[in-house]
């Protein structure tokens, strides 16, 4: 058996509906079935999806508010008052800023812009900044990506006569700031159709109505803070993240370029992944480690060499980035492992002084998909005698909600029900802590604490082709809320599995059905090789790629879990290394079971005593303890029924068969009748013989192994044939007739060549066959009983 790591939520599906768009549309059933999980069921719903150009987007003059800022800036830009846009440290914000500033400088404007310092002033506007801003002679701040919370600073702006446009599309609070206009898609009261644009889409529209016409120049900017912002790719989000794409493709953006460049993407294709994890994190990385401007300067400069010689150096920032992330969540994983045990806290809270709050949100996300807890990692600054921090949660857990609850002692927080971020009193964390996990205690059961995979859909082998692929791209870009299509495949077996990479992390399989392979590759998969058997029948889930090698293409599953639902068989026989085989493994979690001690030493078993149990009789069985599914068979018994006894009282869900024997202590094959014929006769002539004496001598002049002299001696012996006296045999006159079925000696032989036939010198099949008859014979038996 093999559980796999995550809940696996299979899609079940209307096959009418699916049916109807298949044909409807000339798509295969594959592509049916993702679009009818995406919620699209009709063919003009399906036609809007998969159509992705510039006449879908909406009116921007439906979002509240954007006829009183359009107009308030042309009025700046008539007079020429100063506009200062004042944006975010993140790749959305720092997109948003460049959207908002082209757009206005296209139209004539005198702008600026002003990104905060994430250290010094933390996250959206704070009245410093204001100040400065009169003090520099700015009329008119425009926010991107941030103000929806900026109550005081909104009085302030006011108080200075400065007057504030927010546009924006984090969560709505309570109560809206005083400005002039705020432009948020879910604002209340607000008809706009779509309400999940992120802050850059935000800024797209309003350079839309403030130029007149779609911004098709600024779709490249506006792609990157779309995606790197995980806001759901529908709608208005799928097409600027669609067209942008093909923009990044085609830019002559010196910024893009140089940044395409750098990070190895060149000659690469571009794509949402690549934005996702190339293009994204180097903008985040800038803002996390110290003042975002360089990436709104890279993004906007028209000379090749300065776009070169920041892309470098942001390029370089992401690296420190990321030796600093990675350290942290080390140091983070030690303070889960020694102080805050899972099964005592539901949500973990890990605080340290000296974390850098610039990349802490990467750190608690890794704790997450590490332990699948909710997580808040905060930095600890002594002399303010506050900690800053970001949360990230599991999707049983709503983090806004239960912050929210908090209020008192969180003077500042905010987010959404994934993630947040907030800054309270050190002295607070450990009622924070306490308070969450009590929460935590009535929300959430133990399966939360599974991270689950939503998959798309179950299908074949034979229904995989290139054809197909391409055509699932036709749901591309892929992202939140329209992920890339996850599949299970059933009933598959191996044809080969190996470890591959410089680590030996990763997993190569060839996957078969019914007569049909498919290549699997598993980045970090590796240690499966160790936990799935050669026959075992699997159950895997996974995404599907090209594979594109001199010029040839095939279809290629991107493994990302697996199961096996039947006990398996793991054949270790005649492997020397049996404790390097172990090691690493929890031991408690395994019965390893011996029916010989000099079997410890031969396999140089020593050191792990402790966890080896010695069956020497029926009555040792009851020493293997039950709930121990793992059974590591060690050598072989001296009766078959003790090990079929055994097997049917655990039924286990793996077996490693070991069967360690001594090769010069059993022989082949049991003696004949004309071995013992002549081997009594020996007798009748030679007595008394003298067996410790003249045993080896008479092995040469046979050519038998000693053994077999032995062997016949004691069975003569158990059959009273024969009698010993100080070591001599002789004869016993006029025995009674035996058969060699009498002898217990000859009887255990006989078993244990049996044993070794079954067991240790058949095939691998033949050994999964035999277990496969002792515990299924144990089913069939307890399923008689209950019925």
Request: proline share 4%.
């Amino acid at each position: 058996m093999l559980q796999s790591k995550m809940r696996w939520i299979i899609q079940e599906n209307d096959h009418t509906m699916i049916d109807q768009l298949a044909s409807g549309l000339s798509i295969s059933p594959i592509v049916a079935k993702l679009l009818v999980n995406r919620g699209i069921v009709t063919k003009e719903q399906a036609r809007s999806f998969l159509n992705k150009d510039e006449s879908y987007f909406h009116d921007p003059f439906l979002l509240d508010g954007m006829d009183g800022a359009i107009q308030r800036i042309k009025q700046a830009i008539n007079n020429n008052e100063k506009i200062l846009v004042y944006g975010d440290y993140d790749a959305d914000g720092v997109s948003s800023t460049v959207v908002m500033v082209s757009a206005l400088q296209e139209k004539g404007a005198n702008v600026d812009f002003y990104i905060p310092n994430r250290f010094s002033e933390g996250y959206g506007p704070n009245e410093a900044a204001f100040r400065w801003a009169k003090s520099a002679g700015f009329d008119v701040i425009i926010t991107v990506d941030t103000g929806i919370s900026a109550l005081q600073e909104a009085k302030i702006a006011k108080e200075l006569g400065i007057d504030l446009i927010i546009t924006d599309h984090h969560e709505i609070p309570p109560e809206l700031p005083e400005a002039l206009a705020i432009i948020h898609p879910r604002k209340p009261g607000s008809q706009y159709p779509f309400g999940e644009l992120a802050g850059v889409g935000v800024a797209f529209k309003v350079a839309h109505a403030l130029l007149g016409t779609l911004p098709s120049h600024l779709l490249a900017f506006a792609a990157i803070g779309t995606i790197a912002d995980l806001v759901p790719l529908k709608d208005e989000n799928r097409i600027i993240a669609s067209l942008g794409i093909k923009a990044i493709r085609n830019t002559t953006n010196p910024g893009l370029r140089a940044l395409i460049k750098v990070s190895g993407y060149e000659d690469k294709e571009i794509n949402e992944e690549t934005i996702g994890f190339v293009i994204g994190p180097r903008i985040n990385a800038v803002g996390r480690l110290g003042s975002a401007d360089p990436a709104v300067h890279l993004l906007m400069t028209d000379s090749v060499e300065e776009a070169e010689m920041i892309a470098q150096e942001i390029d370089d920032i992401n690296r420190d980035r990321q030796a600093l992330v990675n350290e942290i969540t080390e140091e983070a994983i030690n303070e889960v492992e020694s102080r805050f045990p899972l099964d005592e806290n539901k949500v973990l809270v890990l605080a340290r002084e000296g974390w850098n709050p610039g990349v802490i949100g990467i750190v608690a996300s890794r704790i997450v998909e590490k332990y699948c807890r909710p997580t808040i990692v905060l930095s600890i600054d002594q002399e303010k005698g506050v900690a800053k921090g970001s949360a990230r949660s599991i999707p049983a857990f709503d983090l806004y909600e239960n912050l929210s609850k908090c209020r008192d002692i969180l003077p500042h927080f905010g987010g959404h029900s994934m993630a947040a971020g907030m800054t309270l009193k050190i002295e607070d964390i450990d009622q924070l802590r306490e308070r969450l996990n009590h929460f935590a205690s009535s929300q959430l059961t133990e399966e939360d604490f599974i991270p689950m995979m939503n998959v798309d859909l179950r299908c074949k082998i034979d229904d995989i082709s290139v054809a197909t692929i391409e055509e699932m791209g036709l749901l591309a870009p892929f992202g939140v809320g329209n992920p890339k299509p996850v599949i299970c495949l059933e009933d598959v077996s191996l044809q080969q599995i190996r470890k591959i990479g410089s680590q030996m992390n990763h997993l190569k399989m060839i996957l078969e059905k019914d007569g049909q392979v498919l290549d699997a590759i598993g980045f970090g998969c590796g240690y499966l090789a160790d936990e799935i058997s050669p026959l075992s029948s699997l159950k895997v889930v996974g995404e599907l790629s090209i594979n594109e090698w001199n010029g040839f293409r095939k279809p290629q599953f991107m493994l990302k879990d697996a199961a096996v639902d039947d006990w398996q068989l793991f054949d270790l026989r005649g492997k020397k290394e049996i404790k390097q085989y172990f090691q690493g493994n929890d031991l408690s979690k395994f019965a390893m079971v011996a029916f010989r001690k000099k079997t410890i030493t031969r396999l140089k078993l020593e050191s792990l005593m402790e966890h080896i149990v010695f069956i020497e009789s029926e009555q040792c069985l009851k020493k293997v303890e039950r709930k121990k599914k793992s059974l590591v068979l060690l050598d072989l018994p001296y009766e078959s029924f003790i090990l079929k006894k055994l097997l049917r009282e655990i039924s286990p869900e793996r077996i490693y068969a070991i069967f360690d024997h001594d090769e010069e202590h059993f022989f082949r094959t049991l003696p004949t009748r004309d071995h013992f014929k002549w081997y009594y006769s020996f007798l009748m002539q030679q007595q008394p013989f003298h067996l410790e004496k003249y045993a080896h001598v008479l092995s040469r002049k046979k050519g038998w192994h000693e053994e077999t002299i032995h062997f016949m001696t004691q069975v003569f012996f158990e059959l009273e044939f024969v009698k010993i006296e100080d070591g001599f045999i002789k004869l016993v006159e006029n025995p009674a007739k035996k058969s060699f079925e009498s002898s217990k000696t000859f009887i255990r032989k006989q078993e244990l060549l049996q044993m070794e036939t079954d067991l240790i010198y058949s095939s691998f099949q033949s050994l999964k066959m035999w277990f496969d008859q002792i515990m299924n014979t144990s089913c069939k038996q307890e399923e008689e009983i209950i019925l």
